[in-house]
């Protein structure tokens, strides 16, 4: 509580400080932002418009140590799957952006705004496009929930990190427009990756990734794929978990362990069951694109 | 002579046939894995299917191939049937290894080895990626190039066979 309150003094200061001094950073006025980000509340009802940008410096921040992977079919393919499970979100008209990265890591990630990110280590542990549109599917549920913004969010309660977020979203944005006679902000970027880099390195809440499964799975099998696939992607993660292999340390740390995973999807398999589906595989057509 | 050379040829056709399926089969076919409780093998993937025998919880078995939300199985006096996909765990490779009957089930398994490994992600190989890899960096803002009007999408899904199954309602839809 003497938290809350003590960065709740300093931001007002520091508000009051940099609209007073007229301090802007790369075209941003410090003092609106810090106004803004102030209130918590306020980031709950954040517009779309303001999570494409948080979203976008999210993705770069992230990608500063990761490259696309140069292989321009296999992005299409990759694209067009994801394309095909948004069309069934409530949120089909966000600019979604899906990428395979050039890590032989396997592991999946989601930003603000529809960015989804895939390694090719990942593809190649993958059997058949309805494992893929598993893979995607969950990665999608997390933009469709909010997970990440709620997140940073959260995470505004407790310090400063929120506004850091927003204000590094701000610089990034700013970036590219006409900053005439403003400061350089090298530094609030470098708190922002920071912070981002955080929320990706500890993961998301169990519960928000328990949560992601689930829609995930009707996800997919509302698109036509065999949702079962995506069981027999845990299972395969779960058959691996004891061993000390880095290619998938980072997947095993940001999310919960595939028995937990298994256990908890149970109900919505019980559910899923009861429809009469037609459960694609398509091992072919993922095998022809991977291998282009 | 001859008898040789047709020995050596019947052999070496026979381990291509053999690389060529293991090439094919998914990671976890030929998979040791052991029960999560109590469960009956079943003739057909269906609940309604009549029983093979009820497996105890802790029982190993191996994958042979996948339908749906079903595996079919082989248990260790090799009986073949069909088990939901969710009352199985895998075992790791170290378990396997450790497991005896598991073991011993394995190599004389009616499906082909996997590669000679029975666990690990194995999908699509690492080189298979790699062919076609065009060399030219892609940038974030030339993702917009790779995103598929709708049209192409439809097109996509059709060539699949991928439809919308209007019975599965999303949550909070």
């Known amino acids: 509580m003497r938290k809350i309150i003590s960065a709740k003094l300093i931001s007002v200061f520091l508000c009051l400080l940099l609209s007073a001094c007229g301090v802007k950073i790369q075209g941003i006025d410090l003092g609106r932002v810090f106004d803004a980000a102030g209130k918590v509340n306020d980031f709950g009802e954040k517009e779309e418009q303001e999570e494409l940008v948080l979203g976008q410096d999210t993705i770069k921040s992230l990608l500063n140590n990761a490259t696309i992977y140069p292989n321009q079919a296999l992005q299409s393919y990759v694209n067009k799957v994801g394309y095909w499970l948004v069309k069934h979100t409530s949120r089909p008209g966000l600019p979604w952006r899906f990428m395979v990265l050039d890590d032989t890591s396997v592991n999946a990630f989601a930003a603000p705004g529809g960015y989804i990110a895939i390694t090719r280590g990942m593809l190649a542990s993958l059997n058949n496009e309805a494992e893929l549109a598993g893979v995607l599917a969950h990665e999608i549920a997390h933009v469709v929930l909010h997970h990440h913004m709620n997140a940073l969010q959260k995470k505004s309660k407790t310090g400063f990190l929120f506004d850091l977020a927003v204000i590094g979203a701000q610089v990034g944005n700013a970036s590219t427009a006409n900053a005439q006679g403003d400061l350089q902000g090298p530094d609030v970027s470098g708190v922002f990756d920071k912070a981002v880099n955080d929320l990706y390195y500890r993961g998301l809440d169990r519960e928000d990734e328990l949560k992601a499964d689930k829609l995930g799975v009707i996800l997919s099998a509302k698109a036509g794929y065999d949702p079962y696939a995506f069981v027999s992607v845990l299972q395969v993660i779960g058959s691996r978990e004891g061993r000390e292999e880095d290619d998938l340390q980072r997947f095993i740390r940001v999310h919960p362990s595939a028995e937990t995973r298994l256990n908890s999807l149970e109900s919505t398999f019980f559910l899923i069951d009861s429809y009469d589906l037609s459960n694609r595989v398509l091992a072919q057509r993922f095998r022809a694109y991977s291998k282009n | ?173």
């Open chain 2, 1 to 173: 002579m001859m008898c040789m050379i047709r020995f050596f040829t019947q052999g070496l056709v026979q381990v291509l046939l053999i690389l060529l399926l293991s090439t094919f089969l998914p990671v976890w076919a030929n998979q040791d894995a052991i029960l999560l409780s109590n469960t009956p093998m079943l003739v057909e993937p269906s609940s309604k299917s009549p029983i093979v025998t009820q497996l105890s919880k802790d029982s190993p078995v191996i994958l042979l191939k996948r339908k749906g939300g079903w595996y079919q199985v082989q248990t260790q006096d090799r009986q073949t049937g069909w088990l939901r996909m969710l009352k199985v765990r895998f075992l790791s490779e170290q378990e396997s290894n450790d497991r005896s009957i598991a073991k011993i089930l394995r190599e004389t398994a009616i499906m082909p080895p996997a590669s000679g490994v029975s666990t690990g992600v194995r999908g699509v190989s690492d080189e298979a990626l790699n062919q076609g890899k065009e060399m030219s960096p892609i940038g974030l803002e030339q993702l917009e190039n790779f995103v598929p009007v709708e049209e192409e999408v439809n097109e996509f899904a059709q060539e699949g066979k991928l439809k919308t199954q209007e019975n599965v309602v999303l949550p909070g839809k």
